[in-house]
């Protein structure tokens, strides 16, 4: 396993990751499995584990924690998101100091931890005060419940809002932006995530680096049953004839190189340094030693000329 450092921080962290999004608490609801695929990865040298409190209204961080607690804490890189909402509860949502305050709280008891190295604001919140929010993140630092805070999906705009204004308040910035990246999500990465974190000392961990199982071809042929497109309808919607022809392109620069689809397209995105980790899923051990490999794919500039000319951005 390789490590990269997160930004300009002096933090690194395994260039493959693992994450809890639609797995650990939901597809693996057994706890030996979930045990099995952690402990590998963590023997893979995997250091960096990714959660959510949304993640399975929490079962995830859970799910998660009961195996993270087997290993040493300082071998391990933590993170966790808050909000979206929990309950009904009109305040139990958001990115206000009550939410924030309340959030961090909850979700060190279910992972079973003293602290967080990241803390990842989810979403943009429309209705709190960014400085508010701020605040908050920068008081959980030097209350030592989080080492470094982050966004995850805002606008390049947005992230550079965060960044000068933390600046002027002399407050902890930024220091992660956690985006949806992948061979079909591709533009507004390159045109403009990667650009302002790139300039403001940001790390960059990507999520769904094959589009929930869409560039691994295991829906060449329609959507076999078990699978995470028969689990979750409103991910259909990706599945159709264009996207599917591009996918069977990508097999033929796969074959050429003699490695998977998966591993072709995680590799895709590791050949750019400017990104820390890629976030992937696993529901299986085998799974995870297939996205595993990608560590070990090296591209050429005609394989990814060859990708582009199959998954341009301007067809976004």
Not at 234 to 259: F, P, S
């Amino acid at each position: 396993m390789k490590y990269r450092r997160l930004g300009n921080s002096g933090l690194k962290i395994s260039e493959i990751s693992l994450g809890g999004w639609l797995t650990f608490g939901r597809s693996v609801s057994d706890q030996r499995l979930a045990r099995d695929i952690i402990v590998r990865a963590y023997d893979s040298g995997i250091n960096f584990f990714d959660i959510a409190d949304i993640y399975a209204q929490g079962k995830s961080e859970e799910a998660m924690g009961q195996v993270l607690r087997l290993f040493p804490r300082h071998t391990l890189v933590i993170s966790s998101k808050l909000f979206w909402p929990m309950s009904d509860d009109v305040n139990d949502r958001g990115l206000s100091r009550k939410h924030i305050m309340e959030s961090i709280d909850r979700s060190l008891k279910r992972i079973g931890t003293d602290y967080l190295d990241l803390y990842f604001c989810h979403r943009w919140d429309e209705e709190t005060p960014l400085l508010e929010t701020i605040r908050a993140m920068d008081d959980l630092i030097h209350q030592g419940k989080i080492l470094y805070w982050g966004t995850s999906e805002w606008t390049g705009e947005q992230i550079q809002q965060a960044v000068d204004l933390a600046e002027k308040h002399n407050l902890h910035q930024p220091q992660v932006e956690q985006p949806h990246y992948n061979l079909f999500v591709r533009k507004r990465f390159e045109t403009e995530i990667m650009p302002t974190a790139s300039d403001n000392g940001m790390g960059l961990v990507t999520w769904s680096p094959l589009r929930s199982g869409l560039l691994t071809g295991k829906y060449d042929n329609g959507i076999p049953g078990g699978s995470r497109l028969e689990r979750e309808e409103w991910l259909r919607d990706m599945v159709t004839d264009k996207n599917m022809d591009k996918v069977r392109q990508m097999k033929t620069v796969a074959d050429d190189l003699g490695v998977s689809r998966a591993e072709l397209a995680i590799a895709w995105i590791l050949r750019q340094d400017t990104i820390s980790s890629v976030i992937t899923g696993a529901t299986s051990v085998q799974q995870l030693e297939s996205n595993l490999k990608a560590t070990e794919v090296e591209l050429t500039d005609d394989v990814v000329a060859a990708l582009n000319a199959i998954f341009d951005p301007a067809d976004e």
